[in-house]
């Protein structure tokens, strides 16, 4: 996978590309040592960030640690993602004050994210609070139309694809779901590579 991140300083855009989130964060860190250059523009630092065509969402600032905070976000989104593959997760948006960390998640399925009398949503928030060493809740949004959400569709037609189902099959299916939802339009693609 493919990381894309978008760094704008004083309104000059510079480019970074990597295979590794550690070596974004070596490369983050290195930047942030350019002290020369950096101390002038640190107010108008902002970072969009882009994972292979999606939005990351994510509002926080800081002047020192970015790239520690930066890798610590990526570290929670890919163990959410990881861990509730079923639970249909189309965002993570995280929001950082001094002593918590509030996560949101857009989900399709937010039982399976609660769980039983909110077992697994506390068990949750337990092991990210390990991982961020902060306070860490977690707030549920429901996406009440999932065949129009594009991360949603997506997913949806991979795990098809896993499943041994055709690809033309599982394409035409969303594609019919999305437009008897009320889509205007959507386009597919459908591409494998050994």
């Known amino acids: 996978m493919t990381i894309r991140f978008s760094l704008t300083i004083d309104g000059a855009p510079v480019d970074l590309f990597n295979d590794e989130s550690v070596e974004l964060t070596r490369q983050l860190k290195d930047l942030m040592n350019l002290s020369t250059i950096w101390t002038d523009y640190t107010k108008d630092f902002q970072i969009p960030a882009s994972d292979t ?3 990351i ?12 905070k930066l890798s610590e976000d990526l570290m929670v989104r890919s163990y959410i993602k990881s861990s509730k593959r079923k639970a249909g997760v189309a965002r993570i948006v995280i929001e950082r004050t ?5 996560i949101t998640l ?10 039983k009398s909110g077992k697994d949503i506390t068990l949750l ?24 959400d594009a991360q949603l569709v997506a ?3 991979a795990q ?16 019919g ?16 590579a050994f």
């Open 53 to 55: 065509n999606n939005e």
């Open 57 to 68: 969402f994510a509002n926080w600032f800081d002047e020192k640690n970015v790239a520690d």
């Open 98 to 102: 001094a002593k918590q960390l509030r």
């Open 106 to 115: 857009h989900t399709s399925r937010p039982g399976v994210i609660i769980g």
């Open 125 to 148: 928030e337990e092991e990210l609070k390990q991982i961020s060493k902060k306070d860490v809740k977690i707030l549920i949004h429901e996406i009440k139309r999932p065949e129009v």
């Open 155 to 157: 997913e949806n037609i």
């Open 160 to 175: 098809q694809l896993e499943g041994r189902v055709s690809f033309r099959k599982a394409m035409k299916q969303s594609v």
């Open 177 to 192: 779901a999305a437009m008897r939802m009320g889509a205007e339009g959507i386009r597919v693609m459908c591409s494998v």
